[in-house]
């Protein structure tokens, strides 16, 4: 095998790539944004969208830890807040901030914004309120508004998306995406293990 002799021509090629290779991945990690990134960009989406947006509320709250949002567009005054261990029943629906509706219990609203599945049961979501986030029917934002909420309630909750499906491709729903719900709490049966204790 013959060696090459122009050693200095190769090394200096050799650098040239890795100089090349270096400034392409550091351009890769200066595009990649911080979690805090993320979500303060989020937050400014959802302050855009609410400037946009005329809700109607008889009440709000903003949770400063989460920055979850809810406004209640009727409040029930029913005095029953679910707990851990309720059976709570609630008609929903899902969108982003661009108004694609993702998901809803309700067959009417599925038709009207053409995501109907006629294998699909339309009605309330029936389950068990864990109130830790935990439960893996809900997203934890959806979960935690349940929490602030009594029974009767209708209200509209903003859930950025660390609280909602983080950096996950749902198809329909894009990495990053603030969630939108809104909510009737129709139902809540007091655990009653709790009540024979």
Request: charge should be negative.
């Amino acid at each position: 095998m013959k060696k090459l002799k122009n050693k200095p021509f190769h090394r200096l090629l050799r650098l040239i790539i890795a100089v090349q290779c270096f400034g392409l991945l550091s351009s890769c990690l200066s595009e990649i944004e911080t979690p805090e990134e993320i979500h303060q960009k989020e937050l400014k989406k959802i302050e855009e969208y609410l400037d946009d947006h005329s809700i109607d509320r008889v009440s709000e709250y903003r949770d400063e830890k989460s920055s979850i949002i809810i406004f209640w567009e009727s409040i029930s005054e029913s005095g029953i807040n679910p707990e851990k261990g309720d059976s709570i029943k609630v008609d929903y629906t899902g969108s982003l901030l661009d108004e694609t509706v993702f998901d809803t219990s309700n067959e009417e609203v599925a038709k009207e914004e053409g995501i109907y599945n006629s294998n699909r049961n339309y009605a309330p979501l029936h389950l068990k309120f864990l109130g830790d986030g935990q439960n893996d029917r809900l997203v934890s934002g959806f979960e935690f508004a349940l929490s602030k909420m009594e029974k009767g309630d209708v209200a509209k909750v903003f859930i950025p998306s660390i609280w909602g499906y983080g950096s996950r491709d749902l198809g329909v729903i894009p990495p990053h995406s603030v969630l939108i719900f809104d909510v009737h709490l129709l139902e809540v049966k007091i655990n009653e293990e709790d009540t024979n204790e």
